[in-house]
């Protein structure tokens, strides 16, 4: 069953086409991962799958879930690096999405965040400042706190940036483990050899799709040739 | 200049000490709240400009002979000037703190001429720069006015603390999950408009802002939690006013500057134990 079904998008940003003709679908389950270089559109179609801009032309179709039930991880901006806030308020901030007005948070909010904190294993940093982790723990506490928005689906913007090998690797792992605890995965990357190591679907685009389809398909295909050839970085 | 005993012998004065009080502390609690989320969000210069847009709204006020109703006029043209500036940082082609700096000086040089122009001379305009040299010049309107609206902020932020600490941390995340964040961003700017307007008269629109930074940078000199922070920017600006204040009435010192230097002195005592503290920490 198809969670996502994207049909002849284009979308644009400042009034310019960055992707068009663009259709694919997510089904429950998958770990798809969008390829391309950096200004391919990636971003674009990002905030197009959260609801943030409106398509030109074309339609994105959710089933059985809505924009708002993404659990999105986003980049990390300078403003949270020194932020003061303890993880926990951090993992609680996730559930917000959910509960329209009501002031405070719940029991039931409160369980979910600590659910979600043990999933990824930091619970016993609960009470700790977030400005004082590493970087690999920072991003497990918003990866978190994107669990507590979702119960389907993570949509995780170049999850790895700036970590150290072990921790990159570490990190693709605990995404592997989640995905094969039946969440769906999108993940935007320009790291192609994780992606064929981990995902099962690609999508690689550069303003127009260049491919789409099964791991093992694009490893077959002469993108990926010509990619894990001369071209990568 | 009065000393205290002679501020105290009349029950007239006193009256008019505890309604400055009153504003005062209201405002402190108020801009200390606000503080936190605008020094994180890197807005703090926002609070310093808009204090320039109110001396400017003060000073039309006092040209047009109405010095009597200036928080009625500046009220609305600040915080229109708030929503304007977040529009402009938003989609215009003049970019945030160049926006700022226009629109702030802007309206300081617009306020005085229309004030040189008028001729008027009732009210000195030095005193909205710098603060009233002699608080008790709080009318019953500002009184009323300046408690419903501080009110109305507190309660405003409590009730909204959770999504205001989610749009301060990762706006791009809380408009994933569907909090309209530019509400929010705006519901921070009118906050803080209104706050600096109430607050301008005893502290000088040149000092204002202090009362926005000043408390929440020293708390995150020792606090590390959003709470932690929160409850101890408001603490520390709550005691910084209170000594502040009563040291200007007994030495007949300027409210404002003095309330501002014991939150300079507040900073430097708690850089300091925040040294200490991550001394142990490290070790």
Same mark, same amino acid.
């Given at each position: 069953m198809s969670l996502i079904n994207c049909k002849n998008l284009e979308l644009a940003y400042d009034n310019k =086409?960055?992707?068009? @003709?663009l259709s694919f679908q997510v089904n429950r389950g998958d770990y798809l991962c969008v390829l391309g270089e950096n200004g391919s559109g990636k971003t674009t179609l990002m905030k197009a799958l959260l609801g943030l801009i409106k398509p030109v032309s074309g339609e994105i179709r959710f089933c059985c879930a809505k924009h708002s039930e993404i659990g999105y991880l986003p980049q990390q901006t300078d403003?949270? *690096? @020194?932020?003061?806030?303890s993880v926990s308020e951090v993992v609680l901030?996730? =559930? #917000?999405?959910?509960?329209? #007005?009501?002031p405070f948070y719940s029991k039931k909010e409160k369980e979910l965040a600590k659910k979600n904190m043990e999933i990824l294993g930091i619970y016993h940093l609960? *009470?700790?400042?977030?400005?004082?982790?590493?970087g690999g723990q920072q991003q497990r506490v918003l990866l978190a706190r994107a669990l507590c928005a979702t119960t389907s689906m993570l949509l995780l913007d170049e999850?790895?940036?700036? #970590?150290d090998p072990v921790v990159t690797a570490e990190m693709y792992r605990i995404i592997k483990e989640l995905n094969e605890k039946g969440i769906t995965i999108i993940m935007i990357s320009h790291d192609i050899s994780a992606a064929t190591q981990y995902a099962s679907h690609i999508l690689h685009i550069?303003?127009?799709?260049?491919f789409f389809g099964t791991t093992q398909e694009y490893l077959s295909s002469n993108i990926a040739t010509k990619f894990l050839g001369g071209d990568q970085k | 200049m009065m000393t205290l005993s002679e501020l105290f012998s009349s029950a007239f004065m006193i009256n008019l000490v505890i309604r400055a009080l009153i504003v005062g502390l209201l405002v402190t609690l108020c801009s200390s709240l606000l503080g936190v989320s605008l020094v994180l969000k890197r807005f703090s210069m926002i609070g310093d400009g808009l204090s320039h847009v109110g001396f400017g709204a003060v000073a039309v006020a006092a040209a047009l002979n109405m010095s009597n109703m200036k928080l009625i006029i500046s009220i609305p043209v600040v915080v229109l000037t708030a929503f304007l500036l977040l529009r402009l940082g938003n989609h +215009?082609?003049?970019k945030g703190d160049a926006s700022l700096a226009l629109v702030s000086t802007g309206a300081v040089a617009v306020g005085s001429l229309l004030y040189n122009f008028s +001729?008027?001379?009732?009210?000195?305009?030095?005193n909205s720069l710098f603060g009233?040299?002699?608080?008790?010049?709080?009318?019953d309107i500002d009184l009323i006015l300046s408690a419903v609206l501080s009110i109305a902020i507190i309660i405003l932020f409590v009730f909204f603390y959770t999504k205001i600490f989610a749009v301060t941390f990762d706006e791009s995340f809380s408009r994933a999950t569907g909090i309209k964040t530019n509400v929010y961003n705006m519901l921070l700017a009118v906050l803080t408009a209104v706050t600096i307007v109430l607050g301008m008269n005893m502290m000088g629109s040149l000092m204002i802002s202090a009362l926005i930074v000043f408390p929440a940078m020293t708390a995150m000199r020792v606090c590390t939690t959003f709470k932690g922070v929160l409850i101890c920017s408001v603490s520390v600006s709550l005691i910084c006013f209170v000594i502040g204040f009563f040291t200007a009435c007994l030495f007949g010192w300027q409210t404002g500057a003095t309330v501002v230097s014991a939150n300079i002195i507040a900073f430097i005592f708690m850089s300091i134990a925040g040294k200490i503290k991550n001394k142990k920490y490290c070790n």
């Open positions: =086409t960055v992707l068009s @003709d403003i949270q *690096k @020194d932020f003061p806030a901030s996730g =559930t #917000l999405g959910k509960r329209g #007005l009501k609960a *009470k700790q400042s977030y400005q004082n982790l590493s999850p790895v940036a700036g #970590l550069h303003h127009k799709p260049l | +215009g082609k003049v +001729g008027q001379r009732s009210t000195d305009i030095c009233s040299a002699s608080l008790f010049t709080i009318g």
